[in-house]
């Protein structure tokens, strides 16, 4: 029997699978079709100070190997988010809030109000889809110190992870500007802008014109940008970006992440996360790895 159990910030997860902010709503409609108390954590979808209903339609675009989306954080609320469910998860397993504002001073109060109520908070300072200044908080590094020092200094019994935007010069120095702000663990990628175009119409297929650009196709590029963040820091780093299987997540795990995220295979598989845990646990006994975070950096290059 292999040890799956990873610990992050302190906290233990029982494994280090977690379906990604965005791609899992807040666990309900799964939890239908398999116990979601098997997944490591659940990261929620983007939560904002009030409502939001997001962009126009059309909001996803398939493409050969991703898909773009330009959601635009649709989403209920902090405070309905609290009120309907956050009980149901933390029943369930470890929660990541992940969220997400328009100003510095919204990650301030959404982070003081989910103080000591959620496992993790995950700021999302690099949500391409949305026209209110998130994105820039996510591309200087100073921007991205500064937003990770006022959400840390509004949690006191919460860790903190500062998830990071690939459309960046280097995510090196992203990663490192989150860690000097106090970070306890940063997590990437998340989706790269693009565009399609729908040549009929000579027109964006997407009401937003661009998307965040994610799925199997991206993840060489999120294993790269893994590999090169966790050895710019010395606080963990969970990865994601393609992962559609368990030897993806092992890639990652070699790559310098302690736990993956899976988003878009969740659209292609709803039972995508669980078999995936069930692969890990699988291809550790085939290669004789008792504990899967024996793993974590272990990559060695050419
Ligand atoms: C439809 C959709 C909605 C998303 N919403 C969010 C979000 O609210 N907050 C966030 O930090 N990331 C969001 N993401 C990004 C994912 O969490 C993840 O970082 C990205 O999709 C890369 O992983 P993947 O290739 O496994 O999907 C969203 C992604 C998709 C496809």
């Not at 120095?173 to 009929?200: P, Q």
């Not at 559609?244 to 092992?250: G, K, L, P, R, S």
């Amino acid at each position: 029997m292999t040890d799956l159990k990873v610990k992050l910030c302190g906290v233990e997860l029982k494994n280090p699978v977690i379906p990604a902010s965005g791609t899992f709503g807040f666990g309900r409609e799964f939890n239908e079709l398999y116990d979601i108390s098997v997944l490591g954590a659940v990261a929620t979808k983007g939560l904002t100070l009030e409502s939001r209903l997001g962009n126009g339609t059309p909001r996803i675009a398939e493409s050969r190997g991703v898909i773009l989306n330009a959601v635009g954080l649709q989403n209920p609320g902090v405070e309905r988010f609290i009120k309907e469910d956050l009980a149901f998860l933390r029943a369930k397993t470890r929660v990541i809030a992940n969220v997400a504002g328009s100003e510095v001073g919204d990650y301030e109060k959404i982070c003081a109000r989910l103080d000591g109520l959620v496992d993790f908070v995950e700021l999302n300072i690099s949500c391409p889809n949305v026209k209110c200044g998130g994105m820039a908080l996510g591309i200087k590094p100073e921007n991205v110190e500064n937003v990770t020092r006022v959400a840390k200094n509004a949690l006191k019994a919460t860790p903190l992870i500062v998830k990071l935007s690939p459309n960046v010069e280097s995510i090196a120095a992203n990663a490192r500007a989150a860690e000097r702000g106090g970070a306890d663990c940063i997590s990437l990628v998340n989706t790269f802008t693009g565009m399609a175009i729908d040549i009929e119409r000579r027109r964006p297929v997407l009401a937003n014109n661009t998307g965040g650009v994610s799925g199997a196709g991206i993840k060489p590029i999120a294993v790269r940008m893994v590999y090169e963040a966790s050895h710019a820091v010395a606080i963990p780093v969970v990865g994601m970006g393609g992962i559609t299987c368990a030897e993806d997540a092992i890639e990652f795990m070699m790559a310098g992440a302690t736990a993956v995220q899976v988003g878009t295979q969740n659209f292609t598989d709803a039972l995508a996360c669980p078999k995936i845990i069930e692969g890990l646990a699988a291809w550790c006994v085939s290669h004789g790895v008792e504990r899967i975070s024996d793993l974590v950096g272990t990559v060695k290059m050419n």
